[in-house]
DNA sequence: CAAAATATTTCAAACGTTTGAAATATAACG
DNA sequence: CGTTATATTTCAAACGTTTGAAATATTTTG
């Protein structure tokens, strides 16, 4: 139960009345080494359950094997699903994840990113927060020759940095298309956080979607809201305000947002409710016990957005890929009709 | 952008024409280092962006500073809400922690374990897989002298461990006595993977509540089932099927799976469906989007049990508790009426 | 059997920090 | 001004591992 003398090389060392050196060549396996030492060694390591001191060998080969993940919640579906992507392939390449919560605020945000460059992080994977627009917190990573991932939310201004991102312009395209062909002419699209940059491109995705397909574009059927709940049906009331443009389908942002909206329609007993087709993004699990279900989903695929992340991340702090030779990854949306 | 030398205390003693421990304690304010030098360390340090590197000071103090987590998946919400207990409170007495997955299988997480055992984390945080019934894993940490405190789900045979667990008889008990409360006389219980041991204090807690109120108890009106939507299915087609035993409330143990017995309920239009009231546990954020919510839920504050997890695990780590004196520590639940 | 070739083991320095003991500088005192 | 007291800085070892170079042991060869 106790703890005494640590298992360390030098105590095998002593044991098997040998150098520290030879203990530690044999169970690395150098081809140096006698076959029948190494039988010794390895044999001895097992049984008095040795293991290498981690944070020795970190400072030996300057690096920590740990990755930090940075992202604003983990109740978000999008962000929970897209750790599976990233954790199972570190652990493969002998890598720890670190995962942190930034609540969507900058400051709390900058705090962890200190705290994760004094960990000396091998490398970080960040989705920003929505209050995110000063990036010197993550320049320092780089600055001291740490690679970073931007992921799932891509930084409002044209920085120089490594991306991977949904492709949200297609998402978005796709969803309106969908609604179009089934015969909508008054579609409106309710878009989020107007920091958050991928509002804009889901907003083109569907402003395209219209002009492919003939659909006049109003004005009058957009509105934007954020993650609460009173601006969601501010926007709502907003968008069924005109008499003449009243919305025959709704595009959202996100999913929860859309069931705010979805309820709130229901709860006014609105005339044509049941005709209202409505798409969001995420397919979330949760929409089976749904009693009126969005017609689809605008499936995002975080775990995808996840994997490519970390594999690209993990190109880069192998030097496969120069830090400075930025590379931007879209991971397509897929449509699932309900 | 190139990260040439390192900033290390040899890097700034060289710079500032001093030693090395000079500079080391400089930044850690000894009182025997003058004011003046200080104060040019410290500036000097700053300036160059100085980060103490991790490893080495592990490697001295014999410590990582790191906390692993094991939990059986992140896409249910009592776990990622538990999370932000133990994340925050780590977080502040200078801990990371990692978090990973064991997918509620038994080999994923011994292998879990065994990398963070390697890892050298300084103490474990677990809530075992629904598999797990061998604890060899995990006794291995015990044996190297590092903390374990298990959470959220008790192992099942009387071990000895530090645990800190939701009070499951007692939110049963809440749950079915609020029923009872309402005049409902014929509860069902609705069990889960017996494999899981909160499964029967939930049970007893039901159990309890009906005697102490007088209301007879009937096998007829309890079913198990697990995770699976099929199997609960069965189980409530199992329940409705004594006439002379029709449930009129439901004491469910998990949210999303009450949420698929009462679709099922509704999509067969059983003629009663509107007088049934049902309690679940967990209190999921998505009830406020469901047409017919249960009347109620067990709230089983998850982030409590987060926070005291960590709480006691970092007591172990410092030493305030011995290691053998094992500690069970019980968070009450709460009933949340919609 | 001595010399050369090869196999195997050990030495020693390094990674970056901390810290008690020793050394040196400065101030105070008679 | 020589002592003693105090303030400040430096030395040196340690944490546990890796690894090229050096040392030693063993085998082969003429």
């Not at 083109?204 to 049906?233: H, P, W």
Request: hydrophobic share 40%.
């Amino acid at each position: 139960m106790e703890n005494k003398t640590p298992v360390t090389l030098k105590f095998l060392a002593e044991k098997l009345k040998m150098s520290v050196s030879t203990v530690s060549k044999a169970l690395n396996n150098y081809p140096t080494i006698n076959e029948y030492t190494k039988k010794r060694v390895q044999e001895m390591a097992r049984d008095l359950r040795f293991t290498p001191n981690k944070s020795a060998i970190n400072l030996k080969e300057r690096k920590s094997r740990i990755i930090g993940i940075i992202l604003p919640n983990l109740l978000d579906q999008y962000f929970t699903r897209s750790i599976a992507g990233v954790e199972q392939f570190a652990m493969q390449f002998g890598y720890n994840v670190i995962i942190s919560q930034s609540h969507d605020e900058f400051e709390k945000e900058k705090q962890l990113a200190d705290m994760l460059l004094k960990s000396r992080v091998d490398g970080l994977i960040i989705a920003i927060s929505k209050e995110t627009q000063d990036f010197n917190h993550l320049y320092q990573f780089e600055h001291m020759g740490i690679p970073v991932v931007y992921y799932a939310r891509n930084p409002s201004f044209n920085l120089n940095c490594h991306k991977v991102l949904g492709n949200n312009f297609q998402g978005a395209y796709l969803a309106t298309q969908f609604l179009i062909q089934r015969k909508h002419q008054k579609i409106a699209y309710l878009g989020g956080p107007k920091m958050i940059n991928f509002t804009h491109d889901r907003f083109n995705g569907y402003i395209n979607a219209l002009k492919d397909n003939g659909v006049s574009f109003n004005t009058e059927l957009v509105a934007y809201t954020d993650f609460n709940k009173e601006n969601t049906i501010k926007a709502i009331q907003n968008l069924f305000s005109h008499p003449e443009n009243l919305p025959t389908a709704l595009v959202a942002f996100k999913e929860p947002i859309l069931f705010d909206a979805i309820k709130y329609l229901k709860s006014i007993n609105h005339p044509n409710f049941s005709q209202i087709e409505c798409i969001g993004f995420g397919n979330n699990a949760f929409i089976s016990y749904l009693d009126t279900p969005p017609v689809a989903s605008v499936e995002e695929n975080p775990e995808s957005v996840g994997e490519n992340a970390i594999k690209l991340l993990l190109q880069l702090i192998n030097k496969e890929i120069e830090l400075d030779h930025y590379q931007k990854i879209m991971v397509d949306c897929k449509l699932v009709v309900h």
